[in-house]
């Protein structure tokens, strides 16, 4: 039986989620915003029309946003965070086999499951989600996770229904003969050049390359990228429960350089990354750290500072994992400068169903799992931000700006959408 990969992925996804909410959105360009409110992260299709670029500083294009009036939003997290969730757990009701691959988007193995045809299953799925939902997605159907990507591409840019199928050899040679090698998974420009200089320079001249030579020039991914568009499958789906590491850094809205303001930043960086550890019921053994400075920043040559740290022992608890990093913080601090990144990445991930004690010391690890199963619950249930450590607020606390955040709709009981009869 031939495999068949769909890719179903939301379309502008963070201003979808903001349109769902505030209907009187729809048809207007919108932009959102990143933490901090510096660059654009999400556009309506309405504002890629105006060449307002991905990632751009918002102050680079405030008069394109004036004169054309466009809508712009500070980023509202966990508003797409809990909508991802509820989608990914629909998408999950049409097939077992899922590999969540980014907060919009999942690839699905349909081969085994339907009785009618994929295509038709694939517009069930996205207008199941629309029903249930009220967010409009794209899902692209092939052989391959790549090919399910190119499908996908051409069902966001050329395709009605917004599903698009590349499961039969000559509808992949169509669609590859002239696709921009950019716009392949996993080709960057630099690796773009790479292929033009050996005399490939569409997606079709790739495919029908030789795998063993592409693998000289682009190394044993570029060899894996030619197999998968020739139709043959090398990448399978990925269980991304089973993470080796987990992070959370943030950029501040000013640079900053007492430690103290520098502390409570990445306070917070820990509660959150914390709480994504316990989300996926792990513990961590040990943490690398780093502080950076703003590489643009005048009359300051860049600096970041890294470190790494080991727990006594493993854990999932807030307290320790945050006293722990303090204590490093101090390593690679500078009191000189001014920095503009903080960040913790948790590593060594074990399941936490599986406790090792120490040879000299008895740890209750039950009392510190039902205090943070508390704290998360609580937080969950009234909203992120009612319980946190101390150290994450205090008098110098820094904020992260976020002047044009809508509500959020689906996690505090006092920001509920309101309907007007």
Not at 157 to 163: A, D, P, Q, T, Y
Not at 230 to 236: A, M, R, W
Not at 322 to 350: C, D, M, N, Q, W
Request: aromatic fraction near 10%; proline fraction near 4%; charged fraction near 25%.
């Amino acid at each position: 039986m031939s495999l068949v990969f769909a890719l179903v992925d939301c379309n502008n996804f963070y201003v979808s989620c903001e349109r769902l909410f505030d209907p009187a959105l729809e048809g207007r360009p919108v932009v959102v915003l990143s933490n901090n409110d510096g660059c654009i992260v999400a556009r309506s299709n309405e504002a890629k029309r105006l060449n307002i670029p991905m990632a751009a500083p918002i102050y680079q294009y405030k008069k394109v946003i004036e004169k054309h009036k466009v809508h712009v939003l500070s980023s509202n997290y966990s508003l797409y965070g809990e909508l991802s969730k509820r989608i990914m757990d629909l998408l999950l009701s049409f097939s077992p086999d899922m590999e969540v691959y980014s907060i919009d988007e999942a690839f699905l193995r349909l081969d085994s499951l339907f009785a009618i045809s994929s295509f038709d299953y694939a517009l069930k799925i996205k207008k199941t989600i629309m029903k249930h939902l009220g967010l409009p997605v794209s899902i692209g159907l092939g052989p391959t996770k790549t090919l399910a990507k190119v499908a996908n591409y051409m069902a966001k840019n050329h395709s009605v229904s917004g599903v698009y199928s590349v499961l039969e050899w000559k509808d992949q040679e169509e669609v590859l003969r002239g696709f921009p090698l950019t716009k392949l998974w996993g080709v960057a420009k630099r690796s773009s050049l790479k292929l033009n200089k050996i005399g490939i320079y569409d997606a079709l001249q790739l495919r029908r390359a030789e795998p063993s030579f592409i693998r000289k020039h682009l190394t044993l991914t570029g060899e894996r990228l030619c197999l998968e568009i020739k139709g043959n499958s090398c990448l399978p789906l990925e269980d991304l429960r089973d993470k080796k590491s987990i992070g959370s850094s943030r950029s501040f809205p000013k640079d900053l350089k007492l430690l103290s303001e520098i502390e409570v930043v990445l306070a917070n960086c820990i509660f959150r990354v914390c709480e994504k550890l316990r989300l996926q019921k792990n513990f961590c053994q040990s943490f690398h750290l780093f502080l950076q400075t703003s590489p643009f920043r005048k009359g300051q040559k860049y600096y970041c500072g890294r470190t790494q740290g080991s727990l006594r022992y493993a854990t999932n608890d807030t307290r320790i994992i945050l006293t722990a990093a303090r204590g490093l913080l101090l390593e690679i601090y500078r009191p000189s400068l001014f920095y503009h990144k903080v960040g913790i990445v948790l590593l060594g991930l074990s399941p936490s169903t599986f406790v090792e004690q120490t040879l000299f010391e008895t740890v209750d690890h039950n009392k510190a799992i039902k205090l943070m199963e508390t704290v998360d619950r609580i937080n969950s249930r009234e909203g992120q931000g009612k319980l946190f450590i101390a150290r994450q607020k205090n008098k110098d606390s820094i904020q992260r700006t976020g002047k044009r955040k809508s509500p959020s709709y689906t996690g505090s009981w006092f920001e509920l959408a309101k309907v007007r009869c």
